[in-house]
Each structure stands twice: as structure tokens, then as C-alpha cells.
């Protein structure tokens, strides 16, 4: 079982800049590939990026060319820079893993989740 703790949503302004991050308190994330997703209110989950356990990125459609994904395994920790925030950005943020090296962006592929980080755009 591996647990996921993210951290770093909250409110900002339109053009703004965020870092959500996910650690794993009792697991070696180095191993897994971490993706990220994203869903609003009254709209499916979509893949946002992924970062292998090799570290190679994938981005998904939804905020492509607006963020990047990395990971520091010496933190055990992965972190999603979100950049020119918009309000349809608003949502929860949630970062996933498991071990696979297809499918990245489709989230039944996933076992672990964490809990979710709410990220408000709004003048």
C-alpha cells in the first residue's frame, strides 16, 4: 500500500504561478511512475502529466506548454509546477502512482491516490 500526501493548493490570482507537490511518508516513490490529474466540479477526471520512474515526462492535452513535472527522489517527493493560471484551472488536483510505462494519462491505470489538492483561480 503506498500513501500519497499532497500539499501546496490553494487560492490565486489569473496568470498566476503554483507548485502542488506529493510525497509518500511510508514508501520509495523512485519506483513508480507519479501522474497527475485534475478534476472540476460536474466534470470527468483528465490527465494533466506524468513523470516515469525513469524520468521521463508526459504531458496530457489539458494544460499542455503550462506546467512541467519533476521529481527529487532524495526528497521522495514529486512536484507539479502549474504556470498562467486560468479560472477553468480551478479544480482538485490529485497525484497518482503506480508501476507502468503505458497508459500514463488514463487514470484506471492507477491504484494509489492521494487526497486531493483544491486549487481556486479567481480575481
Known amino acids: 500500500q503506498v500513501q500519497l500526501v499532497e500539499s501546496g493548493g490553494g487560492l490565486v490570482h489569473p496568470g498566476d504561478s503554483l507548485r502542488l507537490s506529493c510525497s509518500a511518508p511510508?514508501?520509495?516513490?523512485?519506483?513508480?511512475?507519479i501522474a497527475w490529474f485534475r478534476q472540476a466540479p460536474g466534470k470527468e477526471r483528465e490527465g494533466v502529466s506524468a513523470?516515469?520512474?525513469?524520468?521521463?515526462?508526459w504531458y496530457g492535452d489539458s494544460m499542455k506548454g503550462r506546467n512541467t513535472v519533476a521529481r527529487d527522489n532524495t526528497k521522495n517527493t514529486a512536484y507539479l509546477n502549474l504556470y498562467g493560471l486560468k479560472p477553468e484551472d480551478t479544480a482538485i488536483y490529485y497525484c497518482?502512482?503506480?508501476?507502468?510505462?503505458?497508459?500514463?494519462?488514463?487514470?484506471?491505470?492507477?491504484?494509489?491516490w492521494g487526497q486531493g489538492a483544491q486549487v481556486t483561480v479567481s480575481s
Open positions: 511510508t514508501s520509495r516513490l523512485e519506483y513508480y511512475t
Open positions: 497518482a502512482a503506480d508501476t507502468l510505462d503505458f497508459g500514463l494519462m488514463n487514470p484506471a491505470n492507477y491504484k494509489y
Open positions: 513523470i516515469s520512474a525513469s524520468d521521463s515526462p
